[in-house]
T-cell receptor, first 119, second 112 residues
Framework: GAVVSQHPSRVICKSGTSVKIECRSL??????MFWYRQFPKKSLMLMAT?????????EQGVEKDKFLINHASLTLSTLTVTSAHPEDSSFYIC???????????????FGPGTRLTVL | SQKIEQNSEALNIQEGKTATLTCNYT??????LQWYRQDPGRGPVFLLL?????KEKRKERLKVTFDTTLKQSLFHITASQPADSATYLC???????????FGRGTSLIVHP
């Protein structure tokens, strides 16, 4: 199946700094990618839909100025957590639809996730 | 809005037995229902997809059923092994370019 990678897998930063997380589709092109965050024993919470060549679509309650998304190419989307605070500590996961774009139905290929800890 | 219910309590079973996990939903029936496996500290991995007009789907030791009358999907793992221990998520896909919605998952623990 298709492979999605994320980098870094783990990051620890000080409060107030910005952290960039990369999501790459390795063997297919993805015009759409999704960013989720997950708290322990909780479900995946969709944060935003990343669209290549256009602005990201954010879910209700997600601050777009805090979570900057850039879909730079058909294989790369980045999430930047700006001015991170301890409450931003979480597990961030990206995914891409199996077809590479959102179509009639889509199994999702997930990245391995990034564990962010803000001190 | 659509609500997905998966048992939050862990399911503990003995090796070799069949594990059955439940996914219930409210409101409209999705066009597709998907099951994923998630290991600790890892992203989910797609397992199976079943369409609303399908009653049952199989893949090796996995079987998924979909009952739109009961608004329920059951996920079975036969001849379970300790390596099957993980969290299993169901996701509802309305189709037509809608993004799947995930349940919180049920943890399965298979004891040797």
């Amino acid at each position: 199946g298709a492979v999605v990678s994320q980098h870094p897998s783990r990051v620890i930063c000080k409060s107030g700094t910005s952290v960039k997380i990369e999501c790459r589709s390795l063997d297919f092109q993805a015009t759409t990618m999704f960013w989720y965050r997950q708290f322990p024993k909780k479900s995946l919470m969709l944060m935003a839909t990343s669209n290549e060549g256009s602005k990201a679509t954010y879910e209700q309650g997600v601050e777009k100025d805090k979570f900057l998304i850039n879909h730079a190419s058909l294989t790369l989307s980045t999430l930047t957590v700006t001015s991170a605070h301890p409450e931003d500590s979480s597990f961030y996961i990206c995914s891409a639809p199996s077809s590479g774009f959102l179509s009639s139905y889509n199994e999702q290929f997930f990245g391995p996730g990034t564990r962010l800890t803000v001190l | 809005s659509q609500k997905i219910e998966q048992n939050s309590e862990a399911l503990n079973i003995q090796e070799g037995k069949t594990a059955t996990l439940t996914c219930n939903y409210t409101n409209y029936s999705p066009a597709y229902l998907q099951w994923y496996r998630q290991d600790p500290g890892r992203g989910p991995v797609f397992l199976l997809l079943i369409r609303e007009n399908e009653k049952e789907k199989r893949k090796e030791r996995l079987k998924v059923t979909f009952d739109t009358t009961l608004k329920q999907s059951l996920f079975h793992i036969t001849a379970s092994q300790p390596a099957d221990s993980a969290t299993y998520l169901c996701a509802l896909d309305q189709g037509g370019s809608y993004i799947p919605t995930f349940g919180r998952g049920t943890s399965l623990i298979v004891h040797p």
